[in-house]
């Protein structure tokens, strides 16, 4: 399974056929300078391409009105000055006789894309489409928009595909008032949006885009509004907004599907935003959202044995055969991800070498490449001794006896006892820290006892690819079960990590620690310093 890219030449078919400043950035442009991009860049010869089709009227009755649905079918006979006209009537719109079939397409588009998602014929995939929808509600166009895209992507998933959850992030830097209004009541939806809003200031001017509009009836708390009151918010912004906002709610709400409004106005260099976010930065909230496939090792991948590695000599853990034929491999593995013939890579340990089979991973990534180093250790591993402060590698502990960071770069942390306390850990600590840090490789140690749920495991290694590029090495003991040697398999490939299970609250102890152990850390660290409190 790879990536879908949804797209018909026929979307930039309408165009502006009056002076208006305020609709002439609509333009086809917008849409084939994103294809263009693509292009140049490989990208779109490496997904499968579907042509767009036309959604049936039946399916716009799926959030649309039949009167409206009617009136923009008649739309297609007016001339120049009607249309003028009835675009008046909307706020920020323009018709023009081939709209209809435009935004028709647009909505096949979405339809198509959730159909290849949910029959396993991609993973996952990118729908190029014009006009854009977030702002078209039930019986009206507004905002450049004519029909809902997203939100009849939604309902079509739903009663076609039988889900139950389905997750919306809507990054423009405009709130998408059209769903929210559609979803509002509906707890089937969970719709989160950011934009800009300065205190009511900015377009759409809406009361309801502010963060106390949290839906109603049975959807009340599945309404989640971001509203930025100043402009200029960058990168680091909007990871702690996902860190520490949007997945909490989202591993909660446990989506069978996620669908993002990807209006890029909120980038940096848009006029009308003045957003400071770099296109790298949207990369990584993607894959928080869905993570792509890379392709790993797995336990038993040839390697050649070695002779023993000088780092090994003092280890006494490692005089044994068995481990050390373990260490070649992992070291196979390691240049193998340090040269880029791999992406990611698992590999098993003797329980009784873990410790030492890290520690001479540590220093031979670090001499053959890695810059910054980040170990996240699970379970009783202690630090190696003679691992320096000097900024090249961050040592994180989780199962530790107690929360402490004896130094910058030397964090401990108590596993978690409930769901909701694993994911405080992991989202206001580990994830900022990894950030901050910017690794150029991971190192994932489950240690014996390591005390780790399979879906944690693979949650926590999925997650950790993002920091690092997706160069994450997984060791594990070599008793591990195989149901955790697929799962991590599994997410290490691009597929999600299994579900969490039932959640439950972060005890107050939990919470406290946490607490305790940030603030030390605070000054050190740029993402924990805009992060809000766990």
Avoid at 430 to 436: C, F, K, M, T
Avoid at 481 to 487: A, F, K
Wanted: charged letters at 15%.
């Amino acid at each position: 399974m790879g990536t879908a890219l949804v797209y018909h030449e026929d979307m930039t078919a309408a165009r502006l056929l009056w002076e208006d400043p305020e609709c002439e950035i609509e333009c086809p442009q917008r849409l084939t300078a994103a294809l263009e991009g693509l292009q140049q860049r490989g990208l779109e010869q490496r997904c499968l391409r579907l042509v767009a089709r036309e959604a049936s009227e039946a399916e716009l009755g799926l959030v649309h009105s039949p009167e409206y649905v009617a009136l923009l079918r008649g739309t297609q006979a007016l001339g120049t000055q009607e249309l003028q006209a009835l675009s008046g009537q909307y706020d920020a719109v323009y018709f023009h006789p081939r709209t209809f079939h435009c935004a028709r397409l647009a909505v096949g588009a979405a339809l198509q894309l959730v159909d290849a998602v949910m029959t396993g014929a991609v993973r996952n995939g990118l729908a190029l489409v014009r006009p854009p929808g977030h702002h078209s509600q039930r019986a009206a166009a507004n905002g450049f928009c004519v029909f809902n895209n997203v939100a009849i992507a939604a309902r079509h998933a739903k009663q076609k595909h039988g889900l139950h959850r389905v997750l919306i992030v809507d990054w423009d830097v405009h709130h998408g008032q059209g769903t929210q209004y559609i979803f509002e009541d509906d707890p089937s939806v969970l719709y989160f949006s950011w934009h800009r809003y300065e205190h009511r200031r900015f377009w759409p001017y809406l009361r309801e885009s502010d963060a106390d509009a949290v839906g109603q009836g049975q959807g009340l708390g599945f309404t989640v509004n971001l509203p930025w009151n100043q402009v200029g918010m960058g990168n680091a912004d909007y990871m702690a907004a996902f860190l520490h906002v949007l997945l909490p709610l989202a591993f909660e709400f446990n989506p069978e599907l996620v669908l993002v409004s990807a209006g890029f106005d909120s980038a940096i260099g848009d006029p009308e935003g003045q957003m400071q976010a770099t296109p790298e930065c949207f990369a990584h909230l993607t894959q928080l959202l869905q993570r792509p496939g890379v392709y790993p090792e797995c336990p038993g991948s040839p390697g050649p044995l070695l002779d023993e590695p000088p780092a090994a000599r003092p280890h006494k853990a490692l005089a044994q055969d068995k481990a050390l034929t373990a260490l070649g491999k992992v070291l196979y593995l390691l240049d193998r991800l340090l040269d880029g013939q791999v992406s990611s890579g698992i590999a098993a340990t003797p329980a009784p070498a873990t410790a030492a089979t890290l520690d001479v991973a540590i220093r031979c990534g670090l001499s053959h490449g890695a810059q910054r180093l980040l170990c996240v250790a699970v379970g009783q591993l202690d630090r190696p001794p003679d691992l320096t402060d000097d900024g090249r590698t961050l040592w994180l502990n989780i199962g530790g006896k107690e929360a402490a960071a004896p130094s910058t770069f030397h964090v401990c942390v108590p596993l978690p006892g409930t769901t909701g306390g694993f994911l405080n850990c992991v989202l206001a600590l580990v994830l900022p820290l990894a950030y901050s840090f910017q690794p150029d490789l991971v190192l994932v140690a489950l240690g014996p006892t390591h005390g780790l749920r399979d879906p944690q495991a693979a949650l926590l290694t999925a997650l950790l690819r993002g920091p690092a590029g997706g160069r994450v090495l997984a060791l594990i003991d070599e008793e591990s079960t195989p149901q955790l040697v697929g799962v991590l398999a599994g997410v290490l490939h691009g597929e999600a990590p299994p579900s969490l299970g039932p959640f439950s609250m972060a005890s107050p102890e939990d919470m406290q620690a946490l607490m305790h152990l940030r603030g030390p850390l605070e000054p050190q660290w740029k993402m924990l310093q805009v992060a809000a409190s766990p």
